[in-house]
């Protein structure tokens, strides 16, 4: 019995390997869902104020992240254009930083298709700007002045998902997805200045430091890292890379627990038989 259970400590650690490969391999592939008891109030404010906008309100979207953040601010840009897209808002996007444009379109490409939205019909996507002080600025009276074409050098002041569409008294609202320190220009330059409600996600070693604005009211929600995607999924009953990341981390996470438990219990039974 006692060797029989000594044989346990000389597994070869490439089963150990194998299995923790499987278990993050797994979710990646196929989004498992394991119970969320806890969604963040936070990221339960940012889907309630899209959520009750009326169809065919104006929410602009900042996408402000490079492939450096993808896995944790990608999977919830991705649900918000979804849940935009679900409630019929009209959608613009901007950007400030040069690396987000692949991941933009990455985004559009799949998710317009899901539900049938037309570019320049149902949303814009407008072309990198480097200076986001001089293009907030200038949107806060018109924002021809500024963005004349899409993405594409297509002129936008005809198309019919900027009907209606000026400066910052036409939009419901703005969500900066960001791994830079842009979201604090939207909220001094946009949200204190104009009353625009302004929601942002951002990684998870960030989201402490927007905790003032949140308590101030200057942040209408915040989305905090792959946890605050996989959230959002949640709420919004559409599991996507947040939660097949989250069950990865779980299940390596659960994993090792079971392995440090077994050797451990294993060890006091060998030790007193």
Not at 64 to 70: E, G, L, Q
Not at 103 to 131: A, H, Q, T, W
Not at 159 to 178: D, E, R
Not at 209 to 222: A, E, H, N, S
Request: aromatic letters at 8%; glycine letters at 10%.
């Amino acid at each position: 019995m006692k060797e029989t259970l000594q044989k346990f400590f000389k597994i070869d650690r490439r089963w150990i390997f194998l299995l923790l490969t499987l278990a993050l391999f797994i979710p990646v592939m196929k989004p498992l869902g394991l119970p969320n008891k806890s969604i963040a109030q936070e990221t339960e404010r940012v889907y309630k104020a899209i959520d009750a906008l009326p169809p065919g309100s104006f929410l602009m979207l900042s996408l402000d992240y490079d492939p450096s953040t993808k896995p944790e601010l990608h999977p919830m840009a991705t649900a918000l254009v979804r849940h935009a897209f679900k409630k019929n808002l009209r959608v613009g996007v901007v950007t400030y930083v040069s690396g987000s444009t692949g991941l933009i379109e990455e985004i559009f490409s799949k998710v317009s298709k899901e539900y049938n939205k037309v570019d320049g019909v149902d949303y814009v996507v407008f072309p990198y700007m480097p200076n986001v002080v001089a293009a907030l600025t200038q949107m806060a009276s018109n924002m021809y002045g500024i963005y004349t074409v899409d993405r594409n050098g297509r002129d936008v002041s005809t198309m019919p998902v900027l009907n209606g569409i000026k400066n910052y008294k036409n939009m419901a609202m703005v969500v900066c997805v960001t791994g830079t320190g842009i979201m604090d220009s939207w909220v001094a330059l946009v949200g204190d200045k104009f009353n625009v409600p302004v929601a942002g996600g951002v990684t998870a070693i960030s989201q402490p430091g927007y905790g003032p604005y949140l308590q101030t009211g200057q942040l209408k929600g915040l989305l905090g890292g792959m946890k605050g995607a996989a959230e959002y999924e949640v709420l919004l009953g559409q599991p996507g890379k947040g939660t097949s990341g989250i069950d990865a981390l779980n299940l390596g996470n659960l994993l090792v627990l079971v392995l440090i438990l077994t050797s451990n219990i294993i060890l006091l039974v060998v030790k007193f038989l």
